[in-house]
Structure formats: C-alpha cells, structure tokens
C-alpha cells in the first residue's frame, strides 16, 4: 500500500514545460530577472512569447532582460513590440526611452516621454528624465521651462534645482549654477551628487580645500563612485597632501580598476615618491588600455631608465621620438642610456641632433618634479607635459535618469548584501582560490547511491563515476537518454552544496529544460517506486537551478509525503521558499507566513541534523534578512562550530556586527578571516566600511 501510495503521489507531481501557462512563465522569467540571472529568464520570456505572442508583458520583460545586458537596441524593439500590443502601459515608454538615451537617441527619447506623461502627469520621474533629454540635446530654454513647470507642483525637489544648474553650467553661467546647487543642497544635504557637481565648480576655479571638503561629503554618501575620489585626489595633490591623494587613487581603482586617469596620475604619484617598480606597473596597464598613448610611453621609458632597464627604456623612447622626431626631451634622455651601454656612436648623435636644435636646455638626465600648479588635459597630446597631471577635457554634473521599475524589479540592492544561501545544485562550484567542495553527509549519501563519489582534496576535487558521467553530461540530446535501456542510470547526476545558484548560459539552461524534461518521462514511466522517488529529488533540484522555485517546492513536498524524514528536501524547499520569499517582499508582498515556512523547514531539518553547518548558516541568513541581527550571530557561530572554515559564515556575520553599528573590531576580525579563507569581497567591504572615517 505504502508503494501504491507513492506512485499516486509521483504521477500526480508530474508537470511538463509545454504545458506551464504563460503567467506563470512570465513570473518565473521576473524571479530569475530579480536574481540577475538575465539570460535564464530570456528563456521564460521566449517560451511565454512563443505561446502566446500577443501578450505585452514577455515582450516587455525581455527588454528588461536585455537593457541589463546592455543590448540597447534589442531592449527597445521589444519595447516597441509591446507597445504594439498595449500602447498605454507607462513604464514600457518609461523603458525605450532609457534604451534610446543609452544609444544617445535624445530626440525620440523625448518623445517617449511625452506619450508617457499623458498617460502619468503627476510622475515626476518622467518629468526629470525629459529635462535631462532637452540639456543633452542643448535645448536649454526647453529644459528651463520644464524645470519651471516641475519646480511650480513640487517645490521641494531638490534634484530640480542641480538640473538648472546643469542647464547654466552649460550656458557658462557660474554664479547662478552655484545659487542653485546651494538651493538644492538647502532643500537635501544628503545629496552626493549635488555635492559632486558642486565640487567640480571648485576644481574648476583652482579653490582646492572647499573642492576637498564638498567631495567629502559625496564620498561619504556614494562610497562606491570611483570618479569622486580621482578628483579628491586632485585636490588633495594641490595642497601638498600626497599620502592622501595617493589613498585617493588607490580607492578609485579598487573600484574602478580600469580607470584611465587614476593609473596615469598614480603612476606620476609613485614616480615623484620614489616608487619607481610599482609606478611603471601603472604606466603598463595605461598602456594596455591605449597602446599608442605617447605621453604614457615616454613616461615608462624614464621610469625604465631609472631602475636600470636601459635595453627596454630606449625601446620606449624610439617609439616616442619616431612618433616625434623633435622632441629634443627624449633625444637627450636616449642619448644618456647610449651612453651608459658604451654605444658612444649612438649616443653622439642623438646629442648633436640636440646641440643643433638649441631649442630645449635642461639638467641631464634628471626627470623634473610634478609642478602642482600644471595640469594638461587628457587630449592635450604636447609631449614637454608630461609629467604633468591628467585631468578629463570637460567635467559635467552627473546625469542620473530616473528609473521607476529598476526598484521593483532589483530593489534588493544594498550596500552591504549578504552572502547567499546554501542550497543544493548540479553545477559544480568553481574557485580559483578556494579547492575545497562544501561537504555534507546526506548529500554524499544522495551521490552515492546514484554511483557517484565526490572525492574532496586540497589538491583537486574529482567525481568518481561507475556510470559514464562524461557521456552523461555532454550528451547533445537527452531525449536518447530518455529511449535508452538503462535510463534511471543514465539520467543521475551529482550534486552539490553551493552558496547560491551560478548564472546559466543559454545553452547551459537549455540543457536543463531537456533534462528535466526527460526525468518528467522517467518519473511518469517508472515501475520503480526507488528510482521514481530518486528522480523526483533530482527534478526538484533542477528546477531549483533553472529559478523555477514553485515548481521545486511541488516536488519536494510531494517527496517529503514519501519521505518525511528527509534532511535534504527540508534544506531545498527552505532555501526555494527563501527565494521565492525574497522576490515578493521586491514586489511589496507581504512575506511573514512564507518566512516562518522557511524557519519551520530549517527547524525540523536542524533537529534531525543538529550538527549540520550549512543548516545553521541558511537560518542566520534568514534572520539576518528579518533584522533579528543577534539571532543571526548566534547561528553564524555555531556553523563555525562544525564547519572551522566555513568563509561565508565569517562574511555574513561580519556584515551583521556592522549593521548592529556597535561592533566594527569583531567585524573586521570576521571579515580579515573571510579574506584569508579565499572570499576576497570581504576585503573590499572592509576596506570600504570599516577603515574608512566619515569626514
């Protein structure tokens, strides 16, 4: 009877792709959309298209996907497919628009906008993004009339007045800009922007300790923009201040390390203190970005020739001086390694090509100190500057464009994000710097009895498989699995604890639907009750890796009625509701009973493992999420208890001692350890939240 009774439960769990309806493929495309994983929830979108094609929300949705993965164009023909099919949803207009902007489409931008404001009048969001349209079209008397119009029904908005000052910045209007950054500064001081702009005024007029004083207060609110710190840097470096200026740039490239200006003036900045070695690292990664960046050259071929490199600095120094056979600088600098290699001939020339000229006297073979009242602009190309810092041609306020349906869709974005969850997947994790596989007991037991072993070592991590793994896997059709003899076999695959799902590629999520797929004819053709109930598990878990939650927790609580006792199917519908808990509260759900569901699970799961790290850990994670901050401490250590090396846990209970605002020794301490152990973002949370003192 008990069989009899498990097979009525598998076949009534069975659900196939083809048959999923539309809405609730549009729901799990937006889950996958909320954890970022874009391309998965492509696929969603497609499926839904394809079903039912005169529906506007996959088309619109797909767009979603793609203006995150910066396909501008491909983002805004499915706005205008969805247009096509309802032409008076505003956030699809609200999206083109930001789509056109991006491909610098002001005019039809604007016309987006206004289509949009007719439906939503009263939505300043729109209004702030036409105004910024009309400064970048230069269409300034239009964008001063709007701004009127703004200012006229919302008096205290405090971004109307920076944007007037953009507008009187552009028209070269200094002091009126200033009175109306100072306006909105009034109206919210806690503006970083605002306070950028106003810096940028400051640079320009050469007043350095207000510039570093307004960027002090930008930095302090937006901690993560990497441009504000360069040009703190640059105000710093005015008065003397190198130690902090070359903190600055250090900051701004651990940010944005593919900042041009910040290697360019820190390597200037090193080569002035005498940190020649680490300086011409700068110039080589300058010169990675713009080979043929003369200035960054000839500044290389100095550094080279001072720490004795004579062979690589005339190298350098013949790329710039063929480029610019005037230029008497690097003549008589190569003329001084000729010289010391006892190539007189050379050299002599190169002195006699310098003697004729008469044009340049300068002390031999010594590199001039930075002059800190010169600076050259970056498209400034005159070689005698340089040694001088570099500063862009023209520095505008930041534009930011309102984006209403980003925080609906992404609002889970903080500052100070926690590790994920731990869960189980089939994607083997991989990292570098960390070898070990997370190890649990229950899921060992899982693999072997499919045949596998997971062999973890310091030295690699290897699956021992008795059933053709390689052949399993890279399979091009599962669907021949699904015909084969041996198909329950055929169809196991290991499985894993990860934190959190990888993304998918497409062919990867492709792969996983024909999986799943062909478990869904095992399942529903099994005589096996075993093998069906095995296959169910594994089905719950793919599902769970393609972000279709729902669906997981179908299959698990179907084999939780099986199999009460499962310490695995707790774990995975507790992590699946843990995300599905997450995506709603990002839609403004109420999400209490979906938590205590979650907690209920962990709870049961812990009492039939009471020593399981992992358990511990993914309970922390959900009373961290519901601001039980002590709770989650308390869980976090005791996973350390059973599992000494376990980063994540040293991570997230780094992140709670800061969020408790009390704590920031025994964070610091947690989040060092969470470094040592190979999670290298703790290193960067730290050095941004902890060291760092508010000015």
Known sequence: MKKILAMI????????????????LVMIGRSALFYEDYVLSMQYFNQAIQAKPYLYEPWFFRGVAKYYLEDYAGAERDCSEALQRNPYVVNIYELRGLTRIQQKKYTEAIGDYSRALRYDPENRGLWHNRVLCHIQNKEYEAALAELDTIQARWSQYASA?????????????TVKAIES????LDIDPYDGQTWAARSIISLSQEQWPEAEEQLN???????????YYINRALARFHQNNLRGAMADYDMALDLEPNNFLGHYNRGLLRAQVGDDNRAITDFDFVLRLEPDNMLALFNRAVLLDKTGDLHAAIRDYSKVIDEFPNF???LEFRAACYRRLGMTKKAEQDEFTVYKARLYKHLYGTQPRLDPDKMRKRSDEDLEK???????????????????????????????????????SMEKPHNEVRANIAF??????????????????????????SKSLNQILNSKSLNQIVNSKSLNSKLYRPVYVVCGHPTLSDEMSSRYFLYIDSLTTAINNSHDTDHATRNLLLRAVAYSVIRDNQQAIDDLSTYLQIDSMSVLALWQRAVCQAHISLFQASEGANTELVTASVLADLNHALELRPHNAYLYYNRGCIQARRENLQQAIDDFTTALQYEPNLAEAYFNRGICHLNKGDEKEKASADLSKAGELGLYDAYSVLKRNVRISAP
């Open 9 to 24: 439960l598998l076949v009534s769990a069975v659900r196939c792709l083809a048959q999923y309806n539309t809405d609730r």
């Open 161 to 173: 007045w920076a944007m007037r000052a953009d507008v009187y910045l552009q028209q070269e209007d």
């Open 181 to 184: 950054l100072q306006k909105s």
């Open 217 to 227: 207060h930008a930095i302090h609110l937006l901690p993560k923009r990497g441009g």
């Open 328 to 330: 008497w600088t690097g």
């Open 386 to 424: 340089y040694n001088q810092l570099v500063v862009e041609d023209q520095q505008d306020p930041e534009r930011e464009y309102k984006n209403d349906y980003r925080g609906r869709v992404q609002n889970r974005k903080v500052e100070l994000e926690l590790q994920p969850m731990f869960t189980l």
């Open 440 to 465: 649990d007991r229950d899921v060992d037991a899982l693999n072997q009895s499919q045949g596998f072993q997971i062999v973890n070592s310091k030295s690699s991590n290897q699956i021992v498989n």
